[in-house]
């Protein structure tokens, strides 16, 4: 799985990385930060779910 | 297969509940089939950036798509776009749409609501409402070259506007019948913070007033005020609030007053459900039952009921959330805070407009919001749990 968020649409909510806090972090802005975009198998169901909560539909995942 | 005979579960409304409901109902391994109808053309987009890169032109109309067209093919649904559930027939278990009719075993309503206009301004090309996609490239065009506006509300949509048209250089006049701008869930905390950005960028405010009557020129809108003074500007946007889309509803025996009501499930009645703006769940914590319109309630009630159905097991009810950005500020709102209870600052100043408060009553915080600090608003959204 190959994970993309797209900065112009993150309001820095914060779910994704409340969620899957391996994969998913803020920058000050509180902005989206990757810090994998191929997570291992153990954590596709928590990208998954990141992506599914996250209020503003920035994270989207390729199988 | 899947046997064309077994009715299967219908989701009416192709928007973010509807669709979060459908992608949680695959995920929690319901393998009936699932048939979603919505009554747009396009297929299921975002509403926040309407108002937010759209309006102010940084966004197309592509980039509000929720999901690709090939994230549908992976769910395995079947889409019917571009047609509208018009009866809801409860004792046969059937729906009557403009171009069929359909049996479910289960059902979800999931149509959302409409924005409220203002009585006979309907047909007023100078007047604009917000809604949809097309409300708002509408609006984006309306908006060229021109140099007044009234804004009809100062809700959290109506500010987000007005901070559109300060962006085009657009002198904005704002109405509303309250006495002070309101941000949902915020307890009235912020009316003045708001209010202030307004004048600093030179909106006319006009609170507490009527409208009267409303007349389109050739040139513009002229608003009539129960105070006796008039407004007016080349183009009206109206953003007074929405209501709830029940009217296919009207002779099903729900009880659809102010949304469709649900237990804490989501269940309105056996083998029917309602999820997002069109719902009103009842929430066991506060004993309150509320229509919650914002994104997150939309998706967590679309998770929770994809879950009961396909697992019988029940969501833990959770705290409302929404965001706005208003004059370049970044604002985040869990739960909500109490009118009669100061701020507690957890982060940062007021007075350097960045900042986390929350309202705590007996101990127990109602409410968190977040003002130009959203790493610091998520760190405390652990407030809300204790
Ligand atoms: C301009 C704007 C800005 C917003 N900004 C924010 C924000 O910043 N943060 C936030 O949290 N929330 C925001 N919201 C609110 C958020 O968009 C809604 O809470 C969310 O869209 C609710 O999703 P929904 O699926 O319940 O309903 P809707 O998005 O209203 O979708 C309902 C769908 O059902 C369809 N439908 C209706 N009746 C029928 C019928 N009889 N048959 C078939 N289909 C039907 C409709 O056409 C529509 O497509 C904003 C809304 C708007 C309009
Ligand atoms: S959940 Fe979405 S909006 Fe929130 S920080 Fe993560 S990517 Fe951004």
Request: net charge negative.
């Given at each position: 799985m190959k994970i993309r968020v797209d900065r112009d649409a993150c309001?820095?909510?914060g779910q994704c990385a409340l969620v899957a806090g391996s994969i998913f972090d803020q920058d000050d802005d509180g902005l989206v930060v990757l810090l994998t975009d191929t997570p291992s198998d153990e954590y596709v169901a928590f990208a998954r779910k990141a992506a599914t909560l996250c209020p503003a539909k920035a994270i989207a995942l390729e199988e | 297969m899947m046997s064309v005979e077994e009715p299967g579960l219908l989701i009416v409304g192709a928007s973010l509940a509807g669709l979060t409901c459908a992608q949680s109902l695959r995920a929690e391994g319901y393998t009936k089939k699932i048939t979603l109808i919505g009554a747009e053309k396009h297929l299921p987009y975002n509403?926040?950036?309407?108002?937010k890169q759209v309006l102010s032109g940084?966004?197309?109309?592509?980039?509000?798509?929720?999901?690709?067209?090939e994230k549908f093919t992976e769910l395995e649904l079947d889409f019917l776009i571009d047609d509208e559930a018009i009866e809801l027939n409860v004792g046969l278990q059937e729906i009557t749409t403009k171009k069929h009719t359909l049996k479910y075993e289960e059902l979800i309503i999931a149509t959302g609501a409409s924005v409220r206009r203002l009585p006979g301004?309907?047909?007023?090309?100078r007047v604009h409402v917000l809604r949809t996609i097309d409300d708002a490239l509408g609006l984006r065009e309306a908006l060229v070259g021109i140099k007044s506006a009234v804004v009809v509300g100062a809700g959290v949509l109506g500010s987000e506007v007005i901070s559109a048209l300060s962006e085009y250089g657009i002198h904005a006049t704002v109405i509303d019948r309250m006495d002070a701008p309101q941000l949902p869930?915020?307890?009235?905390?912020f009316a003045s913070r708001v209010n202030k950005f307004f004048l600093e960028h030179g909106v006319v405010t006009k609170y507490g007033v009527e409208i009267v009557s409303v007349s389109e020129k050739e040139s513009g809108i002229t608003i009539d005020l129960s105070d006796g003074s008039k407004v007016s500007g080349e183009v009206a946007v109206v953003a007074i609030g929405c209501i709830p889309n029940v009217d296919w509803l009207?002779?099903?025996?729900?009880?659809?007053?102010?949304g469709v009501l649900c237990d804490s499930n989501g269940l309105a009645a056996p083998h029917i459900y309602a999820v997002g703006d069109v719902a009103r769940w009842h929430n066991p914590v506060t004993g309150k039952s509320l229509r919650l319109e914002n994104q997150t309630s939309a998706i967590e009630q679309g998770l929770a009921v994809g879950k009961f159905i396909a697992t019988g097991q029940s969501s833990a009810p959770t705290h409302p959330f929404f965001w706005s950005e208003i004059f370049g500020n970044k604002i985040l709102m869990l739960g909500s805070l109490d009118a009669q209870i100061p701020l507690t600052i957890v982060h940062g100043s007021p007075s350097d407009n960045r900042f986390v408060a929350a309202t705590i009553r007996e101990g127990i915080t109602t409410g968190i919001v977040g003002w130009n600090m959203p790493r610091e608003f998520r760190q405390s959204r652990s407030m809300m749990e204790a």
């Open positions: 309001i820095g909510a | 509403r926040p950036p309407l108002s940084k966004w197309n109309a592509a980039q509000t798509n929720i999901d690709s067209a301004t309907e047909s007023m090309n869930l915020t307890g009235g905390h009207a002779n099903s025996g729900l009880d659809i007053s102010n």
